[in-house]
């Protein structure tokens, strides 16, 4: 498995950039520091700190390269695609201790985001094969005032270069989720990875490579955002952007242009539960949904509305399965682990200062050690605490108790996100009312929010996203519709 990887670090041991099927040391002579959130901060790795100059020379090199990666066969780009995805699963070891080290994600589920996105992957090359192969012919005649005299083809043909920017928070299911769309859409790529969950997404770019992609049309840059990130998303190269992110995905929609957008933000996922709720299923999938990952993702539970009736109840049983949660290092596969960063640590500790001191009720002790923040309920949340409001990306689940099912729904529709909600109630007439109601991309009844089965579509409304994902969508969004018009000298009708 070490050859396998051999060529990807320079002889500082820092981690290259990948561009026309190369893995070089940027010229820049700089490098990145890539931190491990829970082992106090330290250096991890290094990545190369890539130069605007770079950057130009992957664009130009992926623009090369696509033109010829258009005319290659549907089947042979499938092909490609599934010999990625067995290598990307067959040597998964040093991208599983790269999710651990780097994001500090558990073992287990560092594990399963590997193999799910080899899934992803090859589920990838088979819809692609499905839908990439159809066209349409449309006659005229179906319109009034025209004959039959002439036919239309349409068909689907790639956009270009395609930049994909994938988080911190699912670097390698996030990456292939884009790339392997544009790839089998005949496009080629250029990734800029976020700096914590780099070099996984750098072992990821190698299974790619080693499966035989041409030169030029899978490539990766590396560097701060702060350096490179405007150049990048307002780059002329650039025919589409597939981002997934927080608020730095708002500028980068109002600075790209005239290119399609696939942007999935952040979210204020709520829970709403009913009169009518099974209490221990809404407890259980808010205690998973709220906790899991330390709420460091992006259809994590936010925000639980717990009607009055039962809110004591359900608060009662969250606490029970709160307690049993294991808190500690990802490579024990602990439930939460340490956020990101100190400074996403610093804010979501003052959220909960915040509504601790405006009379919220916390559950459980604050506790924090550097990076790591012990789960935390906090009831009794009211509309005037940020915490109502704001994303935490951490351990910490508020509760507002609502009186009506009414008011549970304007809370929710209030807010600036609108990505993913869920329903709990046993009434199938109340959760399709609720569900239309909720202006939210998903609604989840009788579970908690959730991105996937990754062919399901999966958008956000409001500040929470532009365009759809999902596999299919995100194919169809890799294209452009081509039509040929065939004039007739004299209307065609079926002889006879």
């Not at 150049?231 to 708002?250: E, M, N, Q, R």
């Not at 002790?365 to 935490?392: G, S």
């Amino acid at each position: 498995m070490e050859a396998f990887y051999e060529d990807l670090r320079a002889a500082d041991g820092s981690f290259k950039y990948f561009v026309g099927g190369e893995w070089r040391v940027s010229s820049s002579g700089k490098t990145v520091p890539v931190l491990n959130p829970s082992k106090s901060n330290q250096e991890a790795f290094r990545v190369q700190a890539c130069t605007q100059d770079e950057v130009d020379e992957v664009f130009a090199v992926a623009a090369t390269a696509q033109k010829a990666w258009a005319k290659t066969p549907l089947w042979k780009r499938a092909e490609l695609l599934h010999k990625a995805a067995a290598l990307l699963v067959e040597n998964k070891d040093p991208i599983v201790e790269a999710l651990v080290k780097e994001v500090a994600k558990g073992q287990k589920d560092s594990v399963t985001e590997v193999v799910r996105s080899g899934d992803l992957i090859k589920y990838t090359a088979e819809e692609g094969i499905r839908i990439l192969n159809e066209g349409k012919l449309l006659a005229p005649d179906s319109f009034p005032g025209n004959d039959r005299n002439k036919m239309c083809l349409a068909s689907k043909i790639p956009l270009g270069v395609v930049l994909c920017i994938p988080p911190f928070n699912y670097p390698v299911n996030l990456a292939v989720s884009k790339l392997a769309p544009a790839l089998i859409a005949g496009n080629s790529v250029v990734m800029k990875p976020a700096t914590q969950g780099c070099v996984a997404g750098t072992y990821m770019m190698q299974a790619f490579h080693a499966a035989g992609f041409p030169p030029g049309v899978v490539n990766m840059v590396t560097g701060r955002g702060s350096d490179i990130g405007d150049y990048l998303v307002t780059h002329p190269a650039v025919k589409c952007i597939s981002f997934t992110g927080g608020d730095t995905g708002l500028s980068v929609s109002k600075k790209a242009g005239m290119v399609p957008l696939q942007m999935e933000l952040g979210g204020k996922d709520a829970c709403i539960v009913c009169e009518d709720a099974d209490l221990a299923l809404a407890a259980q999938h808010i205690v998973k949904g709220g906790f899991s990952y330390s709420g460091q993702r992006c259809t994590a539970v936010k925000v639980v509305m717990a009607h009055a009736s039962i809110a004591d109840a359900l608060v009662d049983l969250v606490n029970e399965k709160v307690a049993k949660l294991s808190v500690g290092q990802p490579e024990d596969s602990a439930d939460v682990t340490a956020v990101i960063s100190a400074s996403s640590a610093d804010f979501i500790q003052g959220l909960v200062e915040d509504a601790q001191a405006k009379g919220a009720i916390l559950c459980q002790e604050f506790k924090r050690n550097e990076n790591l923040i012990w789960p935390v309920l906090v009831d009794k949340v009211i509309p005037t605490m940020r915490l109502a409001w704001e994303e935490p990306f951490g351990p910490v689940v508020p509760v507002i108790r609502v009186a009506t099912d009414e008011e549970a729904i304007a809370l929710c529709n209030q807010s600036k996100y609108g990505l993913q909600g869920c329903i709990f109630t046993t009434s199938l007439n109340k959760a399709l009312l609720l569900s239309d109601a909720l202006e939210t991309g998903t609604v989840q009844i009788n579970s908690a929010p959730a991105r996937g089965p990754d062919h399901f579509p999966f958008q956000g409304i409001k500040d929470s996203g532009i365009g759809s994902q999902g596999i299919t969508n995100s194919i169809s969004l890799m294209c452009k519709t081509k039509t040929t018009v065939i004039n007739l000298p004299q209307a065609s009708f079926t002889m006879g």
